[in-house]
């Protein structure tokens, strides 16, 4: 299936390429700031659960890293972020030649497009998925094609059809963003198998440490070492809590990380993320406190929400997907709470809810089930 052409927010199409006149608009979610000005909230009563961020605050050893590494910033970065792909490298069980670091893992699908998928080659996933390989194969010019999600979940079987000779690249999700599904090794064993040698395939696993399903992959160990055009993508910016820092990874075979070393820009990656990444990576005890709280809140939150009669797909990740509720953005930005709207991924009637801390979870079950209740009242 190929997506239509969302024409909605353009000011002047003949400004820009056709690639960028056909951009979807309007992904982008409530900032915190707009919503405090235009309702008179105290911006500090604001729960943010639209951006999948970690509640609990980065690690004080990635801060006090940081901070550290601010006193040299007339200095130019390491462009090869030596030292923290030999530490990824020694915690994945690879060598520093599989591992390429990116400003955010955003920048590497960006950069995953413009170096592998040439004019004339399609790039393919499901649909919804992470936005932005929609967006960098548009801007890029190549062709984004898609397979309907079959209950919430990536359909390998539709995407493996829709990959022919012009396919570069496919981008699967696991666990899926927005709807917090995942596939198993098996399932994936078998997909892989499924497609021609030469398609470069990518594992977006930024959600992976809040997986708890036992037939979970372990990737890059299991399904590196026998498919040489595999890519595995990580970020910093979940469990380690580096979303504003910009640090994302990715492990695959080395032939693939030095073309990437070709086209990216130079110096994308600060010195300071660096730095905070290399601690971040190195207190396991501060990411572990954060998974435990994902997985309680995560099953407090399902439960609630299934207790209100709603039906949430059943997610791996540290945040929730919720349909049935037409209209409830608006009602949960009144009490200050901004979680994620699906509309602009043709689920109109569909949220995401990043996990938070157990008090803003509360407020947030609360306000939904006035909301609730407020409809079925007719009010
Ligand atoms: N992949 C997926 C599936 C995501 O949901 C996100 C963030 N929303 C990212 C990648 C990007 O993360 P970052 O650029 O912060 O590394």
């Known amino acids: 299936m190929s997506l239509p052409p969302y024409r909605g927010g353009l000011v002047d199409p003949s400004l820009v390429s056709p690639q960028v006149a056909f951009l979807p608009a309007g992904a982008q979610a409530t900032r915190p700031e707009e919503l405090s000005q235009r309702l008179g909230i105290d911006p500090e009563q604001i729960a943010l659960l639209a951006a999948n961020e970690n509640p609990l605050g980065p690690s004080e050893r990635a801060v006090e890293a940081a901070a550290t590494a601010v006193r040299e910033m007339h200095r130019y970065p390491d462009p ?71 209950r919430g979940r990536l359909d390998l079987a539709g995407i493996a059809a829709l990959v022919d000779l012009r396919t570069k690249l496919v981008f699967i999700a696991n666990p899926n963003n927005p709807t917090g599904t995942h596939v198993g090794l098996r399932e994936l064993v078998a997909f892989l198998n499924r497609l021609p040698p030469e398609t470069i395939v990518v594992l977006d696993e930024a959600y992976a440490d809040f997986v708890e399903a036992r037939d979970y992959p372990a990737s890059i160990r299991e399904l590196l070492p026998g498919h040489p055009r595999l890519v595995v993508l990580r970020t910093f910016s979940k469990a380690h809590a580096l979303a504003g820092l910009r640090v994302g990874y990715a492990v695959m075979a080395p032939p693939l990380v030095r073309y990437l070393e070709l086209v990216r820009p130079a110096y994308a990656v600060s010195a300071v993320a660096e730095a905070a990444a290399l601690a971040a990576l190195e207190d396991l005890e501060h990411v572990e406190r954060g998974r435990r709280l994902v997985f309680r809140e995560r099953a407090q939150l399902l439960s609630s929400l299934r207790r209100l009669g709603l039906r949430p797909f059943p997610s791996q990740a540290n945040f929730v997907c919720v349909g049935g509720l037409e209209g409830v953005c608006e009602h949960l930005e009144r009490k200050g709470l901004l979680v994620r709207s699906l509309t602009g991924y043709g689920m109109p009637d569909a949220i995401r809810i990043s996990v938070g801390a157990p008090e803003a979870n509360l407020r947030l079950i609360e306000a939904l089930e006035a909301f609730l209740e407020a409809r079925e009242g007719g009010v």
Not at 94 to 115: D, K, M
Not at 141 to 148: N, Q, V, W
């Open 80 to 150: 090869e972020q030596r030292k923290l792909r030999e530490a990824l490298a020694h915690y994945h069980g690879v060598t520093p030649e599989h591992v390429f670091v990116g400003a955010g893992s955003t920048e590497i699908i960006e950069l995953l497009v413009r170096t592998f998928a040439g004019p004339g080659q399609t790039v393919v996933g499901g649909w919804p998925t992470f936005a932005a390989y929609r967006i960098a194969a548009q801007v890029a010019g190549r062709e984004f094609l898609t397979a309907p999600l079959s």
